[in-house]
């Protein structure tokens, strides 16, 4: 059934920033978020993860509507990952990675085998396990976000998403980070929903595309369809070229 925003209407800081979204998020898939910057993008993907109550409209789970959900037995299903997260000062990486347990740690009791267990298959996930000991400040920007992406996989849940993850990384670590959330999905059919900014790499990563626009849904589906040059001129007033990418048959966007 996937992830579904039905007459999605949010309000932030006092401004109605969603307005009516309607959108179905495949299962098993990489969903990408794109559109201009203010369009809403973060806002979409708080409201999916729980953490914005909606005005109006509702956003359900698997057919559970969000609203009807613990905390907890949420947090055990989807798993959110905010833009430019900070880590407590002198936190190792293995203690953030640690954190991602929280959800199904019962009170007053240490991590049992299964929560080791989670928290080093997401850390060989990553390749982040020679640096459990580092703290977190001392690692590059790459390897930052392989261990805040290694928490949310310790989490252990269906869902992932990831706000702007790539946000700050030089190309190569944007690669590097996109490759391995193509990874999870494709060896460990996570269902992922990512906003990004790059629309070529969004183009060759996600296998369904969501645009929004001043709050709203302007497009959706296989990345072919979404980003054409009539697309791009609808989404963006970006006049652009699409070309089919020679290494990996995916749009590659020339803007004029």
């Given at each position: 059934m996937g992830l579904r925003a039905d007459n999605l209407s949010v309000n932030y800081e006092m401004q109605r920033v969603l307005k009516g979204v309607d959108v179905v998020l495949p299962k098993g898939r990489v969903t990408a978020v794109i559109g201009p910057n203010g369009c809403g993008k973060s806002t979409f993907l708080r409201a999916l993860g729980g953490l914005l109550r909606p005005e109006r409209g509702r956003v359900s789970l698997d057919g559970e509507d969000l609203a009807a959900l613990s905390p907890a037995h949420l947090a055990r299903r989807l798993g959110?990952?905010?833009q430019a997260p900070l880590a407590p000062e002198g936190l190792r990486v293995g203690e953030l990675v640690a954190r991602g347990r929280l959800p199904w740690l019962r009170r007053f009791r240490p991590l049992s085998v299964t929560d080791h267990q989670a928290i080093t298959r997401a850390?060989?996930?990553?390749?982040i396990e020679a640096l459990r000991e580092?703290?977190?400040e001392a690692l590059s920007g790459?390897?930052?976000q392989r261990?805040?992406?290694?928490?949310?996989?310790a989490q252990d849940t269906g869902w992932q998403l990831f706000d702007e993850p790539t946000t700050w990384l030089d190309l190569r670590h944007q690669l590097e980070v996109l490759r391995l959330v193509q990874r999870l999905n494709r060896c460990e059919g996570r269902s992922v929903v990512m906003s990004l900014h790059d629309?070529?790499?969004a183009a060759r990563f996600a296998d369904h595309i969501v645009a929004l626009r001043d709050g709203r849904l302007v497009a959706e589906g296989p990345?072919?369809?979404?980003?054409t040059p009539e697309g791009l001129l609808r989404i963006f007033d970006l006049e652009a070229d699409v070309m089919t990418d020679p290494h990996h048959g995916t749009?590659?966007?020339?803007p004029r």
């Open positions: 959110l990952l905010p850390m060989v996930a990553t390749d580092r703290p977190v790459g390897q930052r261990v805040w992406i290694a928490m949310v996989l629309i070529s790499l990345p072919a369809d979404v980003i749009p590659l966007v020339l």
